[in-house]
């Protein structure tokens, strides 16, 4: 009976602990993204969108600014 509460909790610890270093990991691995010009054109192209030469440098500085911030999601409210 304990053995078995015992691998449940394990199992339990383990999905908890995976899912937070999961988050981490990528959260890391997006921070550090760097996109070219033509990667992000072509991202744009895959969603149905096609996008001049203005349009492409303001992305381009968006994803630049985004990176100096911790939590690229969230917002501070006054």
């Known amino acids: 009976m304990t ?6 909790g394990t199992f339990i610890l383990g999905l908890i ?5 999961g ?6 691995k997006m921070m550090n993204m760097k996109m070219s010009d033509t ?7 895959s969603m149905g969108m096609n996008l001049n ?3 492409l440098s303001q992305v381009s ?3 630049q600014g985004m990176k100096g911030t911790q ?3 969230s917002k501070k409210r006054k």
């Open 53 to 55: 030469q203005k349009q």
């Open 3 to 8: 053995t078995t509460l015992i691998a449940i």
């Open 61 to 63: 500085k968006r994803m």
């Open 71 to 73: 939590n690229p999601g």
């Open 39 to 45: 990667d992000i054109a072509a991202m744009a192209r």
């Open 23 to 28: 988050v981490y990991y990528l959260r890391k």
């Open 17 to 21: 602990l995976g899912a937070v270093g």
